[in-house]
């Protein structure tokens, strides 16, 4: 079984600062993906960032980087120069290789201040 | 490229009524997810189903709910006798086909902007 933990019901950040999103995971699984979702009061779901268990690199997507520490079983989600649109719910999520689902954590309600 | 579209985005229905989600996916897309999301909480998976043929229903509540993705026409989720406890956004989201395992691709899943309905 996966579980996905993130400890900050919500955060705020100053615009243009930088922000961390805290995430935890736990699995016995050995190959994974770690997924990180935006999802504004619209409601929709926008994929921001993806890093795979073997990914020797931090990925990076424009403002948008992963901080992943596997043997603390973190992936961080890092948002600099924030701006007021970032103001959102942010979900961490995982799947592992050969399953077909994602398993979401509770999310992060994430507010820009101006 | 159209994006995964599902239908309606709003649905209104009294305790014991049946409920109808549509789900279209990404153009060239052969897989489709459920997610149930309830109010303060992420979302959680519900049933994978390629065409003509569920694979994983593990998520799916044993009873009163059904989910379909026929050879022509869209994804449907139904739920039938529906409670309030039904009450909640359903999202749907799709991935391509990976062409080396035939599997989905493991990378993409792409979500739809949900249905939320609500039990009156």
């Known amino acids: 079984a996966q579980k996905i933990t993130q400890t900050q019901p919500g955060m705020f950040v100053q615009e243009k600062e930088a922000v961390t999103l805290d995430c935890t995971y736990d699995?016995?699984?050995?190959?994974?993906?770690l997924f990180w979702y935006k999802q504004p009061s619209s409601g929709e779901m926008i994929f921001l960032i993806y890093?795979?268990?073997?990914?020797?690199q931090n990925a990076t997507e424009g403002r948008y980087s992963l901080n992943f520490q596997k043997a603390r079983k973190s992936a961080n989600l890092v948002i600099s120069a924030s701006q007021l649109g970032d103001s959102a719910m942010y979900f961490c999520?995982?799947?592992?290789?050969?399953?077909?689902?994602?398993?979401f954590g509770k999310g992060t309600k994430l507010s820009v201040i101006p | 490229n159209a994006g995964v579209m599902q239908n309606p985005r709003h649905l209104v229905r009294r305790r014991g009524q049946e409920a109808r989600l549509r789900c279209s996916p990404m153009?060239?897309?052969?897989?489709v997810y459920w997610y149930r999301q309830l109010p303060e909480e992420g979302l959680k998976f519900m049933v994978y189903?390629?065409?003509?043929?569920?694979?994983?229903e593990s998520g799916m509540p044993k009873e009163r709910f059904s989910a379909e993705f026929p050879k022509e026409g869209p994804s449907i989720l139904r739920i039938q006798q529906v409670v309030r406890g039904d009450s909640a956004a359903y999202f749907c989201?799709?991935?391509?086909?990976?062409?080396?395992?035939?599997?989905?691709?493991?990378?993409?899943?792409?979500f739809g902007p949900g249905t939320r309905l609500t039990v009156t």
């Open positions: 989201a799709s991935s391509p086909l990976n062409p080396t395992s035939g599997g989905p691709n493991f990378y993409e899943q792409y």
């Open positions: 699995t016995s699984d050995q190959s994974y993906g």
């Open positions: 890093q795979g268990s073997y990914d020797e």
């Open positions: 999520a995982m799947r592992a290789v050969g399953s077909y689902q994602l398993t």
């Open positions: 153009k060239g897309h052969s897989h």
């Open positions: 189903l390629q065409k003509e043929n569920i694979i994983d």
